[in-house]
């Protein structure tokens, strides 16, 4: 394993707790495999067996859900060190829920089943983050199923800007989504997502630049959530 993917690796939540210099014998250890893609190359297609989990080392992935109709939905973008396919190789239908494509030249390193098993049976430091790992999931799983119970689209916004606050722990923090991605996560058309963002600063509740968010009114954002229930 070259020395600057184990760097990488230990951005990941997998490998943070575990020492740099045991970071090479952990790997000898195992079987994985390192594969480059390039730019809109397809890494797994909806309905393929998944029995290994990806780590982006280099690049940039999307994991897309493509209709019929051609239309592709962006569900995730995943950067450096982030993983995919953790939640579906222990699971009973064990194939890809969606399309993942590289949005950039990418490098992806995959650890296959046996080898992840190996892994939690002897290293109590990987088994701890596998198992943060998959409550992380739970709990993103669990805040999209909370922004599916709010019905408007003023409702949405204010959730999610709510939980960027308590996430950053800040009343000014940074957009980490273009205003494209979060349309599509929020599940809102891009125009009325924009038209929403102006409403709540003309309303003196937020103010916004293109890559940063303000909330001047908490009180007031929290009291659309609260109407809402």
């Given at each position: 394993m070259k020395k600057k993917f184990l760097n990488i690796l230990q951005h990941c939540i997998l490998f943070s707790k575990?020492?740099?210099?045991?970071?090479?014998?952990?790997?000898s250890s195992i079987n994985y495999s390192i594969k480059e893609y390039d730019k809109?190359?397809?890494?797994?297609?909806?309905?393929?067996?998944?029995?290994k989990i990806?780590?982006?080392?280099?690049?940039a992935v999307e994991i897309q859900k493509i209709y019929e109709s051609g239309k592709s939905l962006t569900i995730a973008t995943l950067i450096e060190g982030k993983i995919f396919?953790?939640?579906?190789?222990?699971?009973?239908?064990?194939?890809?829920?969606?399309?993942?494509?590289?949005?950039t030249k990418a490098i992806i390193l995959f650890i296959p089943k046996d080898s992840i098993m190996h892994l939690c049976s002897t290293n109590s430091l990987?088994?701890?983050?596998?198992?943060?790992l998959l409550s992380n999931k739970i709990?993103?799983?669990?805040?999209?199923?909370?922004?599916m119970s709010y019905h408007t689209i003023r409702e949405k916004l204010s959730n999610y800007i709510l939980e960027e606050h308590e996430a950053q722990k800040n009343l000014t923090f940074k957009m980490n989504k273009s205003k494209k991605q979060l349309s599509e996560m929020l599940g809102i058309p891009r125009p009325s997502l924009s038209r929403e963002f102006i409403k709540l600063r003309e309303e003196g509740i937020i103010d916004f630049?293109?890559?940063?968010i303000t909330i001047l009114d908490i009180t007031a954002l929290k009291s659309i959530l609260e109407n809402a229930e």
């Open positions: 575990i020492d740099s210099l045991k970071m090479d014998n952990l790997f809109d190359e397809t890494i797994a297609i909806e309905g393929d067996l998944c029995n990806g780590i982006v080392l280099n690049g396919g953790e939640a579906i190789i222990f699971s009973t239908k064990t194939t890809y829920p969606s399309t993942i494509m590289a949005c990987f088994l701890n983050g596998f198992m943060s709990l993103m799983l669990n805040k999209r199923l909370k922004n630049d293109r890559n940063s």
